[in-house]
């Protein structure tokens, strides 16, 4: 698609970068097919194409409205539309320039500021972990859309006490360590298995919370911060950055490219993505001694619901399944596996009904598998697929650690 930048925009390197994006659309409409929230809606707007064009219109200097605002919004991010585009359309990039400038352009009524500025600060803030303990103190008495954001308390296990000469930071986000304790100790676990010490730097987000709601200053002091915290611990020689949810693996991945014109941080952003593995990365070069570690139990038969940020952010795609699989798992095929669950971050608050629809769709088909448990990647899905699941719902490191002598 051509374009011509508006002057606010055209000599800047957002709007470069967005200008080679859109040129790259030839409007083929393939995206479309793959997308949730044009098959949920119908409605061109409501589907990459039709994004990108208003994303096109805002950059050439039309104003934008509540409407081109509200279609921004109910995108995913879930970026399946870049795994379908046979031209490669980096949609997520563009979209993270369009929602920017349409935020600075567009004021939002106070309830939905409210809402964004509680979750930008309250799922990020030192008190999450307080007040996730006080709300499953009281679960029961939780009225039902809260109850669903709370799960049940969860024992960690012990964390590994040996230390080992091969090392890998595990970095602590900010919300699994209240929510599922357990995601991080079984990681632990399994790397200790392996002879790998896990490293944990102090608890903090990723930055992908606050980058996804347009407050792209606040998510890259997080990501500067998280630089610093982890800099000596790869000076040190930590060999990986180990991320055991998809989410924030793939915000972190995109640390190089958020810092690319900082002198004082690209080279180190280059090296922390060059370093940063999905666990499945890391874990799959090591299925067979896995497997010899592995107690004897009956076959299970299992599901496994791929993230949108694990197979379209960071396109990786079968390895979860095929290590599953090798540590005698029968993983029952799932259809409809690229579409995302309607978790996606920040989205089921903001956008509870296409949320729900999306939700309800991928238990209907996770639970035709007929599996006795859903395993996943990522605590958002976790969280939201548990809450209306018919089986447990757990991370795929949380059932290979329960196996383990
Ligand atoms: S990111 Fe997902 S929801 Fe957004 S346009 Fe692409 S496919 Fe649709
Ligand atoms: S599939 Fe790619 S090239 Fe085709 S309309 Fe979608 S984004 Fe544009």
């Not at 357990?182 to 944990?200: E, F, G, M, P, S």
């Not at 987000?205 to 000596?232: F, M, Q, S, Y």
């Not at 005698?328 to 089921?348: D, K, M, N, Q, V």
């Not at 729900?356 to 969280?383: F, P, W, Y």
Request: proline share 5%; aromatic share 4%.
């Amino acid at each position: 698609m051509r374009t011509q930048l508006a002057d606010f925009i055209k000599d800047t390197a957002e709007g470069k970068e967005a200008e080679d994006i859109v040129r790259r659309c030839v409007h083929c409409g393939f995206c479309t097919a793959t997308c949730p929230t044009y098959q949920l809606l119908g409605d061109e707007l409501d589907g990459p194409r039709g994004r990108i064009y208003l994303i096109k219109q805002v950059l050439e200097g039309v104003e934008p409205t509540r409407s081109t605002q509200l279609h921004l919004d109910r995108c995913l991010t879930c970026r399946a539309c870049e795994t379908t585009c046979p031209s490669g359309v980096q949609y997520g990039r563009l979209l993270d320039i369009g929602r920017g400038i349409v935020e600075e352009k567009i004021p939002r009524p106070a309830i939905e500021r409210v809402a964004r500025s509680a979750l930008k600060h309250g799922l990020t803030s030192k008190l999450f972990g307080p007040a996730m303990r006080a709300g499953q103190a009281v679960r029961a008495l939780l009225p039902e859309s809260v109850r669903a954001k709370v799960p049940e308390r969860q024992s960690a296990g012990a964390w590994p006490q040996l230390t080992h000469a091969r090392k890998m930071l595990l970095p602590i986000g900010c919300v699994q360590p209240s929510m599922s304790p357990n995601i991080d100790a079984a990681t632990a676990r399994v790397l200790n298995a392996l002879k790998i010490q896990a490293i944990t730097p102090r608890a903090s987000c990723c930055g992908a919370i606050k980058h996804h709601l347009n407050d792209h200053e606040a998510a890259l002091t997080e990501v500067r911060n998280n630089i610093d915290a982890w800099w000596p611990y790869i000076e040190a020689g930590a060999e990986a950055i180990v991320m055991n949810a998809s989410g924030c693996g793939a915000m972190v991945k995109e640390y190089s490219h958020l810092l690319r014109d900082n002198p004082a941080y690209a080279e180190k952003a280059r090296r922390v993505v060059e370093l940063t593995r999905d666990l499945a990365e890391i874990l799959a070069p090591h299925a067979e001694t896995l497997g010899t570690l592995l107690q004897s139990r009956k076959t299970e038969r299992v599901v496994f619901h791929p993230p949108c940020t694990l197979q379209h952010g960071q396109k990786i795609r079968g390895v979860v399944e095929q290590l599953l699989r090798q540590l005698g798992a029968e993983i029952s095929p799932l259809a409809e596996s690229h579409l995302c669950c309607g978790s996606a971050g920040t989205y089921s608050v903001l956008q509870p009904e296409l949320s729900m629809q999306l939700r309800d769709r991928k238990l209907a088909a996770l639970h035709a598998t007929q599996a006795e448990v859903i395993l996943s990647a990522n605590i958002g899905c976790i969280t939201h697929l548990a809450n209306g699941a018919q089986v447990p719902v757990r991370h795929w490191v949380e059932w290979l650690d329960s196996g383990l002598a």
